[in-house]
């Protein structure tokens, strides 16, 4: 059966460059970064290769990015680190979208338990935060706002220059999750204006389990991770060096083929989502304006979407929903609800998040497929037509 992935903001297969390096790093670059000898200085001479990558990337200087574990780590360092780290100048108060990833948002409820105050920001039914929702909500101890640059369901590029901003002016740092728009579109830490920002490596090419926070110099978060020297006293523990090359590879590609690779992935994504539009009745977009160019989420009226995602799986396509199935329910899709959308909205919506490997002819065939999938899960419900 002919297998199309489609859920590349899930993750992404590695590059065979950032393969071969990986194994050159296991096999060569197998001292510890700490070490002084040969070896260890090996290492370490490739790290500082990657971290130069990596920085290059994001238009930073290679001395502010410190390798994590990945993009979880990296907002939960971003967050707790700030927060514990501005606890003794009284600032209590945190603001993040209502549409971020559970890196965030789980973070911030452990927090809450903690005794500060969190403020979520709602979104507009484009699934975009307004500058005016964050200015009311600022306050003089806010000490940190955290808003995504790019969503991972529905792909839309936040305003993050504008909201950084607005954070700067009353004196609150400000983080941003990019681990959806590193790599696909440019990111560049001055335009931004941002205090730290995350990144993960499997998103674009590169490892799972390897990813970097950029913390803007001058800034002091109290470290995640304690133990060791390593990354200047700001990660403890020996990095992991073939996934931080691999991550230093895939940022290079990234950046090689940015703005060909976000051309190609738009009229594929545009043609995928005409497609459908035109082909299946009671469908829509979810989320409006800018977004990053591989991503779209679609829903469909009367259909299941969990249903829909075994079926299009049994069809060798590979999607996702945003909402869940836990214990025989489906649980809403957070970010849809957040933008407003009724239940029935929020349960019946897919993502397809397109990469380096799709082409016309599998966007053709999903489209081919899907009338027929749909029809027939339809016609298994009994549920009254929504208007
Ligand atoms: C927006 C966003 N933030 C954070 C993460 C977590 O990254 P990682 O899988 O590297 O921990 C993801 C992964 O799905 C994501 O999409």
Same mark, same amino acid.
């Given at each position: 059966?002919?297998?199309?992935?489609?859920?590349?903001?899930?993750? @992404?297969?590695?590059?065979?460059?950032?393969?071969?390096?990986?194994?050159?790093?296991?096999?060569?670059?197998?001292?510890?970064?700490?070490?002084?000898?040969?070896?260890?200085?090996?290492?370490?001479?490739?790290?500082?290769?990657? #971290?130069?990558?990596?920085?290059?990337?994001?238009?930073?200087?290679?001395?502010?990015?410190?390798?994590?574990?990945?993009?979880?780590?990296?907002?939960?360092?971003?967050?707790?680190?700030?927060?514990?780290?501005?606890?003794?100048?009284?600032?209590?108060?945190?603001?993040?979208?209502?549409?971020?990833?559970?890196?965030?948002?789980?973070?911030?409820?452990?927090?809450?338990?903690?005794?500060?105050? +969190? @403020?979520? =920001?709602?979104?507009?039914?484009?699934?975009?935060?307004? /500058?005016?929702?964050?200015?009311?909500?600022?306050?003089?101890? @806010?000490?940190?706002?955290?808003?995504?640059?790019?969503?991972?369901?529905?792909?839309?590029?936040? /305003? +993050?220059?504008?909201?950084?901003?607005?954070?700067?002016?009353?004196?609150?740092?400000?983080?941003?999750?990019?681990?959806?728009?590193?790599?696909?579109?440019?990111? *560049?830490?001055? %335009?931004?204006? +941002?205090?730290? =920002?995350?990144?993960?490596?499997?998103?674009?090419?590169?490892?799972?389990?390897?990813?970097?926070?950029?913390?803007?110099?001058?800034?002091? =978060?109290?470290?995640?991770?304690?133990?060791?020297?390593?990354? #200047? %006293?700001?990660?403890?523990?020996?990095?992991?060096?073939?996934?931080?090359?691999?991550?230093?590879?895939?940022?290079?590609?990234?950046?090689?083929?940015?703005?060909?690779?976000?051309?190609?992935?738009?009229?594929?994504?545009?043609?995928?989502?005409?497609?459908?539009?035109?082909?299946?009745?009671?469908?829509?977009?979810?989320?409006?304006?800018?977004?990053?160019?591989?991503?779209?989420?679609?829903?469909?009226?009367?259909?299941?979407?969990?249903?829909?995602?075994?079926?299009?799986?049994?069809?060798?396509?590979?999607? %996702?929903?945003?909402?869940?199935?836990? %214990?025989?329910?489906?649980?809403?899709?957070?970010?849809?609800?957040?933008?407003?959308?009724?239940?029935?909205?929020? *349960?019946?919506?897919?993502?397809?998040?397109?990469?380096?490997?799709?082409?016309?002819?599998?966007?053709?065939?999903?489209?081919?497929? =899907? /009338?027929?999938?749909?029809?027939?899960?339809?016609?298994?419900? #009994? @549920?009254?037509?929504?208007?």
């Amino acid at each position: 059966m002919q297998r199309i992935y489609l859920d590349h903001n899930a993750t @992404t297969p590695v590059a065979p460059a950032v393969i071969e390096r990986m194994m050159a790093a296991l096999r060569d670059d197998f001292g510890n970064p700490s070490s002084v000898h040969h070896f260890g200085q090996r290492a370490k001479a490739s790290l500082d290769e990657a #971290r130069s990558q990596v920085a290059a990337l994001i238009g930073a200087d290679p001395s502010e990015v410190v390798f994590t574990s990945g993009g979880t780590e990296s907002d939960n360092y971003a967050i707790r680190g700030a927060a514990e780290a501005l606890e003794p100048t009284g600032r209590r108060h945190l603001i993040a979208s209502g549409i971020e990833h559970e890196a965030v948002l789980n973070t911030l409820r452990a927090l809450a338990r903690r005794g500060w105050r +969190v @403020t979520l =920001l709602a979104v507009d039914q484009s699934g975009v935060v307004t /500058p005016d929702s964050l200015r009311a909500a600022l306050t003089d101890d @806010t000490a940190l706002v955290s808003v995504m640059h790019a969503n991972n369901e529905i792909g839309t590029l936040q /305003p +993050v220059a504008e909201l950084a901003a607005l954070a700067r002016e009353r004196g609150a740092l400000f983080h941003t999750d990019a681990v959806q728009s590193a790599g696909k579109v440019p990111v *560049q830490v001055k %335009s931004l204006g +941002v205090d730290l =920002l995350s990144l993960s490596a499997h998103k674009f090419y590169g490892p799972k389990g390897a990813g970097a926070i950029w913390i803007r110099r001058g800034v002091r =978060l109290l470290p995640l991770v304690t133990g060791g020297k390593h990354e #200047r %006293s700001r990660r403890a523990g020996t990095e992991n060096v073939a996934g931080a090359l691999g991550l230093g590879v895939a940022a290079d590609l990234a950046r090689a083929k940015m703005t060909t690779e976000a051309e190609r992935l738009a009229a594929l994504r545009d043609r995928l989502e005409h497609g459908i539009l035109q082909r299946v009745s009671g469908t829509a977009v979810n989320g409006s304006g800018a977004r990053v160019p591989n991503t779209t989420n679609v829903s469909f009226d009367r259909v299941e979407a969990e249903s829909l995602l075994i079926a299009l799986d049994l069809e060798g396509v590979a999607v %996702s929903t945003g909402s869940a199935c836990s %214990s025989g329910t489906l649980e809403p899709s957070h970010v849809l609800k957040a933008m407003g959308f009724p239940a029935h909205r929020t *349960q019946n919506s897919i993502r397809f998040s397109l990469g380096a490997a799709n082409t016309e002819a599998e966007i053709d065939h999903v489209v081919s497929v =899907l /009338p027929r999938l749909v029809e027939k899960l339809r016609s298994l419900t #009994r @549920t009254p037509v929504r208007a």
